[in-house]
């Protein structure tokens, strides 16, 4: 599987008034063809700024970004458009024009690009078709929903026939129901085109649910990267666990008491390990909340327990469960 995106040793300092702001500090990753590539971070950790690196939106300020073994700051203008049509973007925020109809919104990019009459109505009717519009060709975007603005900006970045699509915060104006059916269409786009989709987003859910590897940023950083299961599973950078482990789980009896958290895929949930635990060892738990979750496509549960205060029953517990083949992290 080749690299379509490859960066090395990246940074990208802003100036202004005289002081300087680092965004990305040596970040190292690549994008493999095909694959449903997430980067996730909170909000200024640097993760737009990055994206806009792989079309060279943003020049970096040292270091490397390929795009199928071209680097981009060398390209002249010409050849840095060539690349540009084969990546196409969508937004939180749509970017559709409200004075053309969806159809006319959707041949943008073909009209920009040459192409007659015809062939782009026929080749926007066929985009239309691909998310489920092709009832609303005629409408204004004014009278459409959000999910279906995004449809159709999804759409329109389709017309160019790209090698990437790259989304940047695209479902964060969204409800939850209407997210599901977007990133739902994104993934089944991915399997049947073969498009390679980078995913910009600060929600760990969106990545769960379709991204075959993830890389977090923090402050700038590459805090973590790997695949969507193994970080999810076992979270080894603070950045990452941060947004990984379960939101607001019921306090804990004892504040300096020890919380852990186990996680146990498909195969282990018949299992009875709650029970086992007290059947063998006589030591209890506390169940602070629990869920189960799909996760690149597999079942994933999770549970947040409470442990004993004496570490040698906090020991016991946590070797029982790792011996039991679950994932053990200690909660924070």
């Known amino acids: ?26 970040v190292s990753l690549d994008v493999r063809e095909g694959e449903i590539f997430g980067i996730i971070g909170m909000s200024g950790a640097g993760k737009s700024t990055l ?16 795009f199928y073994d071209k680097d981009l700051s060398s390209l002249k203008a010409g050849e840095l458009r060539e690349v540009r049509h084969s990546i196409s973007m969508i937004f939180q925020g749509f970017n559709l024009v409200n004075q053309r109809t969806v159809l006319a919104n959707v041949e943008q990019p073909l009209r920009i690009a040459g192409v007659p009459r015809k062939e782009r109505k026929e080749k926007a009717r066929q ?23 995004q449809r159709v900006a999804i759409a329109r970045a389709l017309a160019a026939d790209p090698k990437v699509l790259l989304c940047d915060e695209a479902t964060s104006a969204l409800d939850p129901k209407i997210t599901g059916e977007i990133l739902d269409l994104l993934k089944k786009i991915n399997h049947e085109r073969k498009l390679t989709i980078v995913i ?18 923090d402050d700038g950083n590459l805090a973590e990267i790997g695949a969507v299961r193994d970080v999810f599973s076992n979270p080894r950078s603070k950045a990452a666990k941060k947004l990984v482990f379960p939101a607001n789980p019921f306090d804990p009896s004892d504040p300096s008491g020890k919380v852990i958290r186990l996680v146990f895929d498909g195969t282990q949930s018949s299992v ?4 086992n635990l007290v059947e063998q060892t006589g030591l209890k738990v506390n169940i602070l909340s629990a869920n189960t979750k799909s996760v690149g496509g597999i ?18 517990i946590i070797d029982f469960f790792t011996k039991g083949g679950l994932s053990v992290s200690e909660v924070v």
């Open 51 to 66: 994206v806009r690196t792989l079309n060279r939106l943003e020049e970096v300020t040292s270091g490397t970004v390929k």
């Open 200 to 217: 910009i987003t600060h929600e760990m859910a969106v990545v769960e649910k379709i991204c075959d590897r993830v890389a977090i940023i």
């Open 299 to 316: 079942g994933f549960g999770q549970m947040i327990l409470e442990l004993p205060e004496s570490e040698d029953d906090q020991k016991t």
């Open 127 to 149: 985009m239309l078709e691909i998310v489920g519009l092709s009832e609303k060709a005629d409408v204004f975007p004014a009278r459409l929903s959000g999910g279906q603005k």
């Open 1 to 26: 599987m080749s690299n379509v995106f490859e960066l090395k040793n990246v940074f990208k300092t802003y100036k202004n008034d005289g002081k300087e702001f680092t965004a990305l500090k040596d």
């Open 272 to 275: 009875p390990f709650i029970a």
